[in-house]
């Protein structure tokens, strides 16, 4: 595909990470214009001064919906699960059949994405896209797999890191990915307040409960180490850190977290049945 214009309907919290993620990122072949359509004159507004730049244009309404679709190769889904049926409504004239669409609503299937085109990626990511250190998982319908796999993965992977995945793993990946960031800001909190009860001022508890969780997360990404194998690393025999860890088991935290994400994977799995 060369010289594609993209279609963003909803650029609200998701649609602006991956759109201002695709505006930072150097690539080939890179769209000559996305159009951002939002549904209130002042998201567009808001949403020009954040996204400036010469590729982008914005606008709001379903008329201008419809009209974006008709000029876009590509179209990428922002708004929220339960808007899908009224948007699919307000721009089935203008799809072509052939358009690729790229889903970021969770919950809603390729099957039921396939009413647009057949060249669908359905795609989950998080809230840290926003700062080019998110996550995204992306699974293809058989068509778009075959002709499209290579460019929606450079559209996505600015967001951070994309990898492909099999629709079945979805609800696991809404869960993990998608609601992951809720339950680590959970976790963080909670070293703020033990920094905080044991004395630390509360901008130093924050700042060091953010930058250990950044700094770990980097220990993993790099050395491409277990988690366990690095946490024995910083267990001194009879140490101050193996004391904590212990009150953690105690306390189930390990089986907490595990169970939250179990929870999370089958609400969404839930979502779908009750459609
Ligand atoms: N937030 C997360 O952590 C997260 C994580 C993973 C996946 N997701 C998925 O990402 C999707 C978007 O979520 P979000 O948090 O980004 O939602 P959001 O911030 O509420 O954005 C929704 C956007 O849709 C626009 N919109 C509403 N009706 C429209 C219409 N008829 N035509 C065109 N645009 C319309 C809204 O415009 P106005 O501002 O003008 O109303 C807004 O720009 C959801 O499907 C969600 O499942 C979100």
């Given at each position: 595909m060369e010289d594609y214009t993209i279609a963003v309907l909803g650029c609200g919290v998701m649609g602006t990470a991956v759109t201002s993620a695709i505006l930072k990122a150097k690539f080939?072949?890179?769209?000559s214009k996305i159009i951002c359509c939002t549904n209130s004159e002042k998201s567009s507004t808001e949403l020009k001064s954040k996204l400036d730049s010469d590729v982008i244009e914005t606008s709001y309404g379903s008329e201008s919906n419809n009209k974006a679709v008709s000029k876009a190769d590509i179209v990428i889904l922002g708004c929220k699960p339960f808007m899908f049926k009224d948007v699919y409504e307000q721009v089935k004239g203008s799809l072509s059949g052939d358009q690729l669409i790229i889903s970021l609503l969770a919950g809603t299937t390729i099957e039921e994405l396939s009413i647009m085109s057949p060249y669908v990626a359905k795609v989950m990511t998080n809230t840290p896209a926003q700062f080019g250190c998110g996550m995204a998982v992306v699974s293809f319908s058989d068509e778009a797999e075959s002709k499209y796999s290579d460019l929606v993965m450079k559209l996505i992977d600015p967001v951070g890191k994309a990898m492909k995945l099999p629709e079945k793993n979805m609800d696991a990946a809404t869960a993990l990915v998608g609601s992951g960031p809720a339950f680590c800001l959970l976790i963080m909190e909670a070293l703020v307040d033990g920094g905080v009860r044991m004395g630390l001022p509360y901008a130093v508890a924050k700042e060091s409960a953010a930058k250990v969780m950044e700094g770990t997360a980097k220990m993993v990404l790099e050395t491409g180490e277990h988690p366990a194998a690095l946490r024995s690393k910083i267990?001194?025999?009879?140490?101050t850190t193996i004391g904590g860890l212990l009150k953690m088991e105690d306390a189930g935290v390990r089986g907490g977290i595990a169970r939250a994400v179990e929870e999370a994977a089958n609400i969404s799995a839930s979502f779908a049945k009750k459609k």
């Open positions: 080939e072949p890179y769209p267990c001194t025999p009879g140490g």
